[in-house]
């Protein structure tokens, strides 16, 4: 079996993944620290370094998954399959960059702040019952990483291209895992990414909002083990 590459979405560690590979029996694993990156170039550095010039499963969450689309677009001979797991190929609309420009100009003053309540209930849903660790994760890695990587992050991804054409002319496989109650990269987008990309497949999770990872990570494990062990 080919390795399979992990990346991990905004103000994420590997304790985004820590749940599903506990779940998981893969030979070669392998995770590509974004949290280490200051600029987009060095997120691909990053990249290349984990991959080794060899035909890769990659499994992108959220801003990974951007990463990760990017690095099989233009190095398609890396890829034995590409998951892009609460990501939308669109890109960002003008009120998403918007936000992201404000929220950089806060932090380029020393403005960081934990999530609120409200914020944080954008990213995790109240049905599962793993939403509290879901939330007590999310609140333990933002206060670890803080506001200088969040800066970096949206930074260095905050000019998204639209991916979903030279997705459509890729010949690796593609797989779109949707959230049911994500309020970040909401279902019914990520759907659409999935009726545009002839070929690709796609699944749902139930029972979860933005951080599927740490919510649903059983039912995450289940369609990643089917994507890169078919039977």
């Known amino acids: 079996m080919p390795p399979v590459v992990f990346f991990p979405g905004t103000l994420c ?5 820590m749940p599903v590979w506990r779940q998981m029996e893969i030979d070669d694993r392998r ?7 200051e600029t987009l170039e060095q997120m691909q550095g990053l990249t290349e370094h984990a991959i080794e010039n060899q035909p890769c499963h990659l499994v992108g969450f959220s801003m990974g998954g951007y990463i990760a689309a990017l690095h099989a677009i233009t190095n398609p001979q ?21 936000k992201r420009q404000q929220i950089i100009k806060a932090l380029e003053q020393g403005q960081f702040r ?3 309540k409200q914020r944080l209930q954008q990213f995790v849903g109240s049905t599962s019952e793993t939403s509290d660790f879901a939330r007590q994760t999310v609140r333990d890695m933002e206060a670890d990483l803080g506001g200088s990587v969040l800066k970096y992050h949206m930074i260095a991804t905050s000019n998204r291209k639209d991916l979903i054409q030279p997705l459509r ?9 949707a959230a049911k109650h994500d309020l970040i990269a909401p279902y019914e987008q990520l759907y659409l990414a999935h009726q545009k990309l002839d070929g690709s497949r796609f699944f749902s999770i139930e029972n979860s909002g933005h951080m599927s990872p740490l919510e649903q990570a059983a039912q995450l494990a289940e369609y990643l083990t089917q994507i890169i062990c078919p039977k």
Do not use: K
């Open 31 to 37: 995770y590509v620290p974004l949290q280490w990156a």
């Open 169 to 177: 002319a890729a010949n690796f496989p593609v797989n779109i895992i």
């Open 13 to 17: 560690d590997e304790r985004l993944w």
């Open 114 to 116: 934990p999530m609120n």
């Open 78 to 98: 890396h890829v034995a399959s590409l998951t892009l797991i609460s990501f939308s190929c669109f890109g960002l609309s003008d009120e998403e960059l918007s």
